[in-house]
Nanobody, 122 residues
Framework: QVQLVESGGGLVQPGGSLTLSCAASGSIVRINVMGWYRQAPGKQRELVAEITSGGSTIHADSVKGRFTISRDNAKNTMSLQMNSLKPEDTAVYFC????????????????WGQGTQVTVSS
């Protein structure tokens, strides 16, 4: 199995910055995609950003220019640098990974972290 452990959430004022981190561990052959999703109260979970093993990234329109996703393949870690934070960014942020767990069976499986709260408020 694969575990995703998140850190870095907290309370920040509008215009401030936070960095979220996610560490993956367990039976990992390859992490094809890692990403961040968020869910605000009363809203559906939405994609914030994704990054492939090759370093290609996707950022949601709402965070482009403010958030930057990155990963360290050797350490199986991923980060989300969040700048110029807005109250609308307040949500629970979830780490997500699509992982190949067996060198025999190369099928990929999706895993989720437990979520970390980000609150942007004055």
């Amino acid at each position: 199995q694969v575990q995703l452990v998140e850190s870095g959430g907290g309370l920040v004022q509008p215009g401030g910055s936070l960095t979220l981190s996610c560490a993956a561990s367990g039976s990992i052959v390859r992490i094809n995609v890692m990403g961040w999703y968020r869910q605000a109260p009363g809203k559906q979970r939405e994609l914030v950003a994704e990054i492939t093993s090759g370093g290609s990234t996707i950022h949601a329109d709402s965070v482009k220019g403010r958030f930057t996703i990155s990963r360290d393949n050797a350490k199986n870690t991923m980060s989300l640098q969040m700048n110029s934070l807005k109250p609308e960014d307040t949500a629970v942020y979830f780490c997500h990974a699509v992982v190949v767990t067996s060198p025999i069976n190369m099928r990929q499986y999706a895993y989720w972290g437990q979520g970390t709260q980000v609150t942007v408020s004055s």
